[in-house]
């Protein structure tokens, strides 16, 4: 028989699970408009606007981005 303690335990780590699928989507998604403004598919208004934050948030994930992008040859730009 489970007891309280197990129970409150497993509900936890479901909703530890369910929020790290979250986190995950959402990263994933804003990653993707990422590559779609560095591919010059979407302008800079239209990633602000996606992705639903400040535009100096925006600006500190185009510096993140640029600064882990891989180039040739594995290296960093």
Known sequence: MC???DLIWE???EQGIEQGIEQGID???QQELLDLYHEKIIDLDT?????GISEDEV??????YKAAAPVAGGRKR
């Open 3 to 5: 007891n309280l303690s």
């Open 11 to 13: 509900q936890g780590i």
């Open 27 to 29: 990263k994933g998604r």
């Open 47 to 51: 990633l602000i606007k996606r992705l």
């Open 59 to 64: 600006y500190e994930k185009l510096a993140q």
